[in-house]
């Protein structure tokens, strides 16, 4: 049953996740009218449990957005299932629809859709992600601690991911695939490292008994892996902001694309914020979270002085028309 909708909200928030969730918590409880849109695919969906996020560690992610859920229904906070199609400016404020037809005012937008990984083509691994194909150690990193680890090469940030891993265990093999050639400095703080390089372009991964068991290259050698780690081309999910005039750019970093903002959330689009992966991409649960809360005070600030100068303009109206 499609959920029906109030025709306009102080806040609009488009993406359940942590970012959307705890903005929408901040605004609820600061008595401001919110709903949340979300479209119910997270990111972190394949991974069995949260990590870095204080008393939350190893939570899964589905209970964590749970919780969350009700905590801004707790304030009055609305949160339904739906994907935004299109967002455009109406008077002074903005009207968001939906793909299944329906549409909402909003007053300030805050934008938390997260991204999208885009994994090398490379047969067997998307079966993998979030498994024994990760990306990032903070979040994955204890829980491969001490195991043959593969560290797929695919773009700039490749051999900083394989010195990271070497952390969490000194058996670390570095793939160079299709990344960029080694420098001789990479090289050397490699080897220095301990890290072995296997030439060669990776042709597929081997599963057995529903685990990864080796990486198969193209000349058919087989090097045995238990955990492959892969620095995946992140993509902001952002391509319904395009009528207002906000696209994806590249990363500073060359991680991908993402939708510039500064350090409290406010785009260049008068009324909309960002928080979350959607602008930082590199973002743990926990960044995002917190970005969410800053985000969500600064359009609470916002519209509180948005209405301080209105009060103000009717006040010396009808201070005016008194005095006459």
């Known amino acids: 049953m499609t959920e029906r909708l109030e025709d306009s909200y102080d806040v609009v928030v488009v993406g359940g996740g942590a970012a959307g969730l705890n903005g929408a918590l901040m605004l609820a409880r600061a008595r401001r009218t919110v709903l949340v849109i979300d479209a119910g695919s997270p990111r972190n969906a394949p991974a069995e449990g949260v990590h870095g996020l204080l008393a939350r560690d190893g939570m899964p992610p589905g209970e964590l957005l749970e919780r969350g859920r009700a905590e801004v229904r707790h304030y009055g906070g609305r949160v339904v299932t739906g994907e935004v199609e299109a967002a455009s400016r109406d008077d002074d404020g903005f009207e968001v629809t939906l793909t299944d037809g329906r549409t909402v005012r909003a007053r300030r937008l805050l934008v938390t859709t997260g991204l999208v990984d885009e994994l090398p083509d490379v047969p067997g691994l998307r079966s ?10 903070y979040c994955h990193g204890w829980e491969v601690r001490d195991r043959a680890i593969g560290v797929l090469a695919t ?44 030439d060669g372009a990776v042709a597929s991964l081997e599963i057995a008994e529903d685990r990864l068991a080796g990486v198969r290259l193209s000349d058919g050698a087989l090097v045995g892996r238990e955990v492959l780690a892969v620095a995946s081309r992140m993509v902001a999910r952002a391509g319904f902001l395009a009528t207002l005039g906000l696209r994806t750019v590249e990363h500073p970093s060359g991680a991908g694309e993402h939708i510039p903002a500064d350090a409290t ?19 743990q649960v926990g960044t995002a979270a917190a970005a969410g809360a800053g985000a969500a005070a600064q359009i609470n600030a916002d519209l509180v002085a948005e209405e301080t100068r209105e009060a103000v303009a ?7 028309a008194a005095s006459r």
């Not at 009717?314 to 005016?320: D, M, N, P, V, Y």
Request: charge should be negative; glycine fraction near 10%; charged fraction near 20%.
């Open 128 to 137: 993998r992600w979030g498994r024994d194909v990760v990306h990032c150690p």
């Open 314 to 320: 009717a006040h010396r109206e009808l201070t005016s």
């Open 265 to 283: 959330g406010r785009t260049e689009v008068p009324g909309v914020w960002v928080a979350g992966n959607v602008t930082d991409l590199v973002a």
């Open 155 to 198: 773009g700039p940030m490749s051999v900083h991911q394989a010195l990271l891993f070497r952390q969490w265990s000194d058996d670390v093999t570095y793939f160079a695939h299709t990344g960029p050639a080694l420098t001789g400095d990479d090289a050397e703080r490699l080897a220095a490292r301990g890290v072995r390089v296997v």
